[in-house]
């Protein structure tokens, strides 16, 4: 595990909650993963090895 993400916005509080989260760009070689709940885990640790894979966007 890498980390849980948490997200929020007083405008909207108690009318709308945060449905489940997303990688959108970036993921290169899907090297992490996001539950619906927000947890961030490593997906592909070869995408991370650095001697392989030198450039991470």
């Given at each position: 595990?890498?980390?849980d993400v948490a997200a929020s916005d007083p405008e909207i509080a108690g009318i709308?909650?945060?449905t489940g989260y997303a990688?959108?760009?970036g993921?290169?070689?899907?090297a992490f993963a996001i539950s619906a709940a927000?947890?961030?885990t490593v997906n592909n640790t070869d995408a991370l090895n650095f001697?392989?894979?030198s450039?991470?966007?």
């Amino acid at each position: 595990m890498v980390g849980d993400v948490a997200a929020s916005d007083p405008e909207i509080a108690g009318i709308f909650s945060v449905t489940g989260y997303a990688i959108t760009a970036g993921n290169t070689d899907n090297a992490f993963a996001i539950s619906a709940a927000g947890r961030l885990t490593v997906n592909n640790t070869d995408a991370l090895n650095f001697e392989a894979n030198s450039c991470s966007a």
